[in-house]
């Protein structure tokens, strides 16, 4: 649901994500325009989490870098004609190379080199396009699109996607060399 026709910049949506009337909401900034989102399911976070630690667990126990998840905040794009993007991702990787420092209480201004969002029935096939492309423009060099329903997860990169099921195995590639999960290993039995 659109809030907000005027464009705002990355700033002021900040601001505005800090208002009390938006504290229960979860909000993004597409191309200088508040979007409010559905509130995620149960099976969205059961998913969420069992590939978090995955994720996280590989990533500590390899010193590769950082995972964020819970929707953190990724500054895509600052637009000089005040059309800044802002998403929230499930989970994403950042790998050491990004020099980050210490974790504190602003937005990512780059794209993460992993970018993983788990797709409910209230997502639009637009929107999922729009977001991948958006984060391939900011640097993104891999994106799972993670579908619980079909149990399967189409995996991008900038050479195309692929469609990966159950017995599939859902690899990290250049961007988390040696990781590899069976697809059916995210989703609930």
Known sequence: MVIQENFISADRFQDLVDAPEYQDC???????????????????????AELTFRLTSYVKEND????????????????S?????VRGLDIAFLSNSRELGPPDFSWYEIGPDLAVEVISPSNTAGDIHLKVMQLFNAGTRLVWLVYPESRTVVAHTSDGAVT????DAL??????????????????S
Do not use: Q, W, Y
């Open 26 to 48: 979860v909000l993004e900034l597409v191309e200088g325009v508040l979007i409010e989102m559905s509130k995620p399911k149960r099976i969205h976070g059961v998913v969420v």
């Open 171 to 188: 690899s990290g590639g250049d961007v988390l060399p040696g990781f590899e999960i069976r697809v059916g290993d995210i989703f609930p």
């Open 164 to 167: 990966l099921h159950e017995n």
């Open 81 to 85: 004609f005040g059309r800044d993007t």
């Open 64 to 79: 590769l870098g950082e995972v964020a998840s819970g929707d953190a905040g990724f500054v895509l794009d600052r637009n």
